[in-house]
Each structure stands twice: as C-alpha cells, then as structure tokens.
C-alpha cells in the first residue's frame, strides 16, 4: 500500500494501542500513546506519527521503554514540578505532565512541570493542545539526542530540540507553533534514506562540515539549526532549560532513538500551562486573538502565496478532514506497521478507501 491508501483513524489507534498492550504498556498508556501517534497523523506530521510505532515496541522488547513507570514527583514548589519520567512510555509521560502542569495552572495561574529520564515523546504540539480544551496556553519544549551542529561547528552536539505553543482563540482555529530548531526534523532525513530519496540543500552537512543531499552522509554528518546563529541560539536554550534544569541529559549524553536500544534514551522535557484568566478574561484575549488572527490573513499576499496562513491553521484543517475521511499514511508508515504486524502476530490496519 502506498500513500494512495487512507487509514480510518479509529482502525490506526486500535492497532498501536493494542500493540504496545501486546508489549506491556499498561492500557492508559498504551491508548495515550496511540492518540498521539495518530493526532500527529491526523495533522500531517507523518515524521512522528504511527512510522515510530515500531522503535517504540522495539524498545519497550528491548527494555529501554520502562512499560509501567509512573510519572514521579521529585520536587514540588506549587506551581513548578520537577518530575521524574521513570523510562516511561514516552508520549504517555508526557501527557501526564502536561496534565498536571494544567492542574497547577488552575491554582496558581501558571504551572511548570520539568521532566527528566524521559523518552521520545511525538509530536509536541499534541501536549500543548491539551491546554486549549481548558481555556489556557499550552507550551512544551524538549531535548534530543545529538544530530544538530551547533553555528560555527560541524559536529553533532544539539538534538533537533522542538517547541510548540498552542494558543486558543474564539472562532478561529487555535494559534499553533510546532517546530523543531533544526532545519528539519531527523525522521525527514531518516524517512529519505530508508526510500533512498535525495534531501534538500541547506538540510545538513557530512562528516567533514560540506553540505550533502545523501541522507547516509547527512546522518553521518550533522543536521543544520534553522536561521544559523538564532536557531542554534533557540536550540542551546531549550537544551539547558528541558535538559539540564530538572537535572537530565544533555545533547551527546542523551542514547539516540535508533541506537544502543536496551538503554533509556534520558530526554528532558519542560510543559506549562498559562491560564487566561489569570491575565485577562477568556472571552476578551480569545477575541482579541481572532481579530489579530483575520488582520493578518487579510494582508496583501507575497507574489506566488495564494494565502496568508497562521500557524497551525492548515494541520487544524487536516486534522478535521482526516479524523472523517481516513489519513492518507506514507508507504513507510504502512510499512512500518506491517512489520510491526508480523512482529506481534496482529492482523495490520486495512485501508478504508482510496484518496483522490
């Protein structure tokens, strides 16, 4: 099946949940993690959606991915947490601290939860969501394994170190940045070299610091931070402040997803939740989001841009079309999910229809 073939979303969540079950994650965490993998889907992040299905049950096999770890608390100063993630199902984890991060927000108006010994969590913007439903801000940050060249070097230091903010509005779609602070996201480069694609110029450099559009020497060499200096800058930042806050890992010390898989990776992770009200009333900030929202859409277009988008506003359009007319999963996905299929002895999620 190629990327011709739409997978109903419910189909796509009972298989991964019902997988990671298969492997020891308790049900909760097993379905958390399922909706993640698919709410990335849904929204057109196929770089974090059920394509990672596989290293994760390959961990949970190998014992890196802690299957009934529960979200520890170290250190409680009211509206900051320091957690400990335990090894955990990483995107389960996740969802607990950005959960209890909301909790806090409501007392206090702001929560923080700082996590360390955590593992690959998906998609962020998945957690920063999580605080729309609840008339807040959402923010989550993360380290990463080391495949980004910090500005001015050639070799690896930095992870890919996303953010997301979710910021919610009246009528209009939520406000949403989801981005990593390398150019691109590894899973780009890794899903061009498992379908022997060529990569972009200005993605990453080889071994010896020269651009590359060989995804083998891409990932050999390094990855490139977005915006050169300020990207890296941005990338430092979240490193210290997800990383090395809560007392975690940093950079080279952080085991890489697809390596060394019997050791826990130790992601660091930082969510908080700001609640509106604390500031203003939500229905005056929210609309004032929306007015912001259509002055920008309504400004004169770029030559060659049909229209003016806001962040997240073409993944909350996706997200909304696919939940009801099945996602259109890249071959490397399906592939993914067959192996994983075979690996379990689970029948693999069917398509439902064929896309247009």
Same mark, same amino acid.
């Given at each position: ?44 992040? $196929?770089? $974090? ?25 170290? $250190? ?8 400990? @993630? ?33 593992? $690959? ?22 380290? /990463? ?22 910021? %919610? ?31 972009? %110029? ?19 060499? /390094? ?5 050169? /200096? ?15 806050? %809560? ?50 859409? /309504? ?55 064929? @896309?247009?």
């Amino acid at each position: 099946m190629g990327e011709s073939s739409r997978y109903a979303a419910a189909g796509l969540r009972a298989f991964c949940a019902g997988a990671l079950q298969d492997v020891g994650v308790r049900k909760g965490g097993a379905v958390e993690t399922a909706e993640g993998l698919v709410a990335a889907d849904l929204r057109g992040v $196929h770089s $974090h959606g059920v394509l990672r299905l596989g290293i994760y049950v390959d961990r949970l096999r190998a014992g890196s991915i802690h299957p009934e770890a529960e979200l520890a608390t170290v $250190h409680d100063a009211g509206a900051v947490v320091v957690a400990d @993630a335990g090894a955990g199902p990483g995107i389960a984890m996740a969802a607990r601290a950005m959960d209890l991060a909301i909790g806090r927000a409501r007392e206090y108006g702001v929560g923080l939860v700082s996590v360390r010994n955590a593992n $690959h969590c998906g998609m962020l913007a998945h957690f920063a969501l999580r605080a729309i439903r609840d008339g807040m801000i959402g923010l989550a940050a993360s380290n /990463a394994d080391s495949q980004v060249a910090p500005y001015g070097a050639r070799a690896k230091f930095l992870g890919t170190n996303p953010l997301a903010i979710a910021i %919610p509005a009246r009528e209009e779609p939520p406000v949403v940045l989801d981005m990593a602070t390398s150019v691109v996201a590894h899973g780009k480069v890794k899903g061009a070299f498992d379908r022997g694609e060529a990569i972009p %110029p200005g993605w990453a450099v080889d071994p010896e610091g020269n651009p590359t559009r060989d995804p083998a020497q891409a990932l050999a060499g /390094a990855l490139l931070a977005f915006g050169g /200096a300020k990207g890296s800058a941005l990338s430092i930042a979240i490193d210290l402040l997800a990383g090395v806050l %809560p007392g975690g890992k940093s950079g080279p010390e952080i085991v890489p997803l697809y390596q060394r898989l019997d050791e826990p990776q130790g992601v660091g992770q930082l969510f908080a939740a700001l609640r509106v009200e604390a500031f203003d009333s939500l229905d005056t900030f929210t609309r004032r989001v929306d007015e912001t929202v259509r002055r920008i859409r /309504a400004l004169p277009t770029a030559a060659g841009v049909a229209r003016v988008l806001l962040p997240g506003e073409l993944e909350h359009a996706l997200a909304i079309e696919r939940e009801t007319d099945g996602i259109p999963l890249p071959a490397d996905a399906v592939a993914e999910l067959a192996r994983v299929a075979v690996l379990l002895g689970r029948k693999p999620p069917a398509p439902m229809t064929q @896309a247009p």
